[in-house]
Protein backbone atom coordinates (compact mmCIF):
# COMPACT_ATOMS: atom_id res chain seq x y z
CA UNK A 1 0.00 0.00 0.00
CA UNK A 2 1.28 3.47 -0.98
CA UNK A 3 0.78 6.42 1.52
CA UNK A 4 1.28 10.21 0.85
CA UNK A 5 1.12 12.83 3.08
CA UNK A 6 1.19 16.81 2.05
CA UNK A 7 0.41 20.23 3.66
CA UNK A 8 -1.27 22.79 1.65
CA UNK A 9 -1.08 26.47 2.98
CA UNK A 10 -3.68 28.84 2.30
CA UNK A 11 -3.54 32.95 2.92
CA UNK A 12 -6.90 34.47 2.91
CA UNK A 13 -6.80 38.45 2.43
CA UNK A 14 -10.26 38.76 4.16
CA UNK A 15 -11.75 37.34 7.33
CA UNK A 16 -13.88 34.86 5.09
CA UNK A 17 -13.40 33.15 2.04
CA UNK A 18 -13.98 29.97 -0.19
CA UNK A 19 -11.22 28.32 -2.17
CA UNK A 20 -11.62 25.83 -4.29
CA UNK A 21 -9.09 23.26 -3.59
CA UNK A 22 -10.26 20.74 -5.80
CA UNK A 23 -6.94 21.50 -8.40
CA UNK A 24 -4.62 21.47 -5.47
CA UNK A 25 -6.08 18.10 -4.07
CA UNK A 26 -5.93 16.32 -8.05
CA UNK A 27 -2.35 17.37 -8.20
CA UNK A 28 -1.54 15.70 -4.86
CA UNK A 29 -3.16 12.57 -6.23
CA UNK A 30 -1.07 12.74 -9.34
CA UNK A 31 1.91 13.29 -7.55
CA UNK A 32 1.21 10.27 -5.02
CA UNK A 33 0.57 7.68 -8.08
CA UNK A 34 -2.43 6.28 -6.07
CA UNK A 35 -4.90 5.07 -8.50
CA UNK A 36 -7.44 3.14 -6.63
CA UNK A 37 -7.59 4.01 -2.70
CA UNK A 38 -8.95 7.44 -0.59
CA UNK A 39 -7.73 10.52 -0.39
CA UNK A 40 -9.01 12.60 3.12
CA UNK A 41 -8.55 16.70 2.79
CA UNK A 42 -9.07 18.15 6.48
CA UNK A 43 -8.48 21.91 8.03
CA UNK A 44 -5.31 22.14 10.29
CA UNK A 45 -6.72 24.47 11.82
CA UNK A 46 -10.18 24.80 14.41
CA UNK A 47 -12.13 28.32 12.43
CA UNK A 48 -11.71 26.62 9.01
CA UNK A 49 -13.54 23.77 7.24
CA UNK A 50 -12.77 21.48 4.11
CA UNK A 51 -16.26 20.37 2.40
CA UNK A 52 -17.87 19.28 -1.00
CA UNK A 53 -19.69 21.44 -2.65
CA UNK A 54 -20.91 22.92 -6.00
CA UNK A 55 -18.44 25.53 -7.09
CA UNK A 56 -21.16 28.48 -7.75
CA UNK A 57 -21.03 32.07 -6.16
CA UNK A 58 -24.36 32.35 -5.16
CA UNK A 59 -24.25 29.16 -3.16
CA UNK A 60 -21.34 30.28 -1.57
CA UNK A 61 -23.05 33.85 -1.18
CA UNK A 62 -25.92 32.13 0.51
CA UNK A 63 -23.89 29.96 3.06
CA UNK A 64 -22.40 33.22 4.12
CA UNK A 65 -25.30 34.94 4.92
CA UNK A 66 -26.60 31.51 6.76
CA UNK A 67 -23.57 31.23 8.66
CA UNK A 68 -24.22 34.80 9.53
CA UNK A 69 -27.79 34.53 10.52
CA UNK A 70 -26.07 31.00 13.00
CA UNK A 71 -23.25 32.52 14.29
CA UNK A 72 -23.05 36.15 13.58
CA UNK A 73 -19.62 37.66 13.97
CA UNK A 74 -20.57 41.18 15.84
CA UNK A 75 -20.81 41.99 18.66
CA UNK A 76 -18.31 40.01 20.10
CA UNK A 77 -19.11 40.51 23.50
CA UNK A 78 -21.90 37.71 22.48
CA UNK A 79 -19.73 35.34 23.05
CA UNK A 80 -18.12 33.63 26.19
CA UNK A 81 -14.94 32.20 23.99
CA UNK A 82 -14.20 36.16 23.37
CA UNK A 83 -12.13 36.95 26.36
CA UNK A 84 -8.51 37.13 24.78
CA UNK A 85 -10.44 36.25 21.35
CA UNK A 86 -12.64 37.43 18.90
CA UNK A 87 -13.18 34.51 16.84
CA UNK A 88 -15.75 32.42 18.84
CA UNK A 89 -17.92 32.85 15.40
CA UNK A 90 -15.40 31.10 13.44
CA UNK A 91 -15.19 28.06 15.91
CA UNK A 92 -18.57 27.50 15.72
CA UNK A 93 -19.15 28.37 11.40
CA UNK A 94 -16.31 25.26 11.16
CA UNK A 95 -18.02 23.37 13.30
CA UNK A 96 -21.26 23.51 11.18
CA UNK A 97 -18.82 23.25 7.91
CA UNK A 98 -17.19 20.27 8.79
CA UNK A 99 -13.64 19.80 9.30
CA UNK A 100 -12.87 17.04 6.69
CA UNK A 101 -14.23 15.34 3.47
CA UNK A 102 -12.47 11.97 2.21
CA UNK A 103 -13.17 11.04 -1.46
CA UNK A 104 -12.49 7.89 -2.95
CA UNK A 105 -10.05 7.28 -5.91
CA UNK A 106 -10.77 5.27 -8.54
CA UNK A 107 -8.73 4.79 -11.76
CA UNK A 108 -6.50 7.46 -10.74
CA UNK A 109 -9.05 9.94 -10.61
CA UNK A 110 -10.96 11.81 -7.62
CA UNK A 111 -14.33 9.91 -7.80
CA UNK A 112 -16.89 12.49 -7.87
CA UNK A 113 -20.56 13.28 -8.15
CA UNK A 114 -21.80 15.33 -10.81
CA UNK A 115 -20.96 18.93 -9.52
CA UNK A 116 -18.86 18.07 -6.97
CA UNK A 117 -15.58 20.10 -5.60
CA UNK A 118 -13.58 20.50 -2.93
CA UNK A 119 -13.38 23.87 -0.91
CA UNK A 120 -11.18 25.20 1.78
CA UNK A 121 -13.71 27.45 4.06
CA UNK A 122 -11.90 30.18 5.79
CA UNK A 123 -13.66 32.16 9.24
CA UNK A 124 -10.80 33.63 10.47
CA UNK A 125 -8.29 34.84 7.86
CA UNK A 126 -5.57 37.54 7.36
CA UNK A 127 -3.18 35.17 8.00
CA UNK A 128 -1.25 31.34 7.26
CA UNK A 129 -3.25 28.21 7.58
CA UNK A 130 -2.71 24.84 6.31
CA UNK A 131 -4.81 21.73 5.41
CA UNK A 132 -3.63 18.08 5.14
CA UNK A 133 -3.75 15.52 2.06
CA UNK A 134 -3.55 12.26 3.03
CA UNK A 135 -3.99 9.85 0.34
CA UNK A 136 -3.58 6.04 0.57
CA UNK A 137 -3.98 3.30 -1.70
CA UNK A 138 -2.27 1.19 -4.63
ZN1 LIG B 1 -10.65 31.00 19.41
Redesign the pocket.
Known amino acids: MKSYRKELWFSAPTRRAFINITDPVQACLEESGVREGLVLVNAMHI ?1 ASVFINDNESGLHSDFEKWLEKLAPEKPYSQYA ?1 NGY ?1 D ?2 D ?2 LKRTIMGREVVVAVSEGRLDFGPWEQIFYGEFDGKRRKRVLVKIIGE
Open positions: THENAAH
